[in-house]
């Protein structure tokens, strides 16, 4: 699975790209620089739940996606456009995941529940497994190896949504 990173790079793509299509309406109000963070954040938010213990978890589901994007209409009302880029953004870890190796039992993520309780996991790895014994020196350089293959594949997606945002400012 991804790193942070990696998961930043997801969202910001997803939350820069539905965001633009919006309109410029989608940002009255909020400073446009600031959504960027907002969509990077929304990324990694999945991952909050190593806080509580439950890693992918209840975080990691459709549901949770679905409660972001509801979160987000009510905070931004009259924004219209603004809660489908945060549940994209949001969205955008959960497809990640599932893309990525897993050494954990259950291997993958919840990502239909509420309507099942299934785990998924993508018979292809995209991403690998993510080392978590961060004091060994393989680790450290397995994950510096992940952060340069996310950067490589989710870096130039993220740089062509920003560069389109950047057209469609100066168009508006
Ligand atoms: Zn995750």
Avoid: K, N
Avoid at 89 to 94: A, I, Q, V
Avoid at 144 to 149: R, Y
Wanted: hydrophobic letters at 50%.
């Amino acid at each position: 699975m991804p790193t942070p990173i990696g998961h930043a790079l997801g969202g910001l793509a997803a939350g820069v790209l539905i965001a633009g299509r919006a309109g410029p309406s989608a940002s009255v109000g909020i400073r446009s620089q600031s959504l960027l963070w907002v969509w990077a954040l929304c990324g990694v938010l999945p991952d909050a739940d190593f806080l509580i213990g439950d890693h992918r978890g209840l975080t990691h589901t459709l549901g949770a996606m679905c409660a972001v994007g509801c979160g987000t209409a009510v905070i931004a009302r009259g924004q219209p456009g603004l809660w489908f880029a945060a549940a994209a953004s949001y969205g955008t870890h959960l497809l990640l995941d599932w893309l990525g190796g897993d050494t954990a039992v259950p291997l993958g993520i919840m990502a239909l529940w509420p309507f099942t309780d299934t785990f998924y996991l993508s018979p292809y790895s995209l991403f690998p497994a993510i080392c978590r014994q961060y004091w060994s020196a393989g680790c450290q350089v397995d994950l510096m190896q992940a952060v340069v293959w996310e950067l490589l594949l989710l870096g130039p997606i993220a740089a062509f949504a920003l560069r389109l945002r950047t057209r469609h400012q100066r168009h508006a």
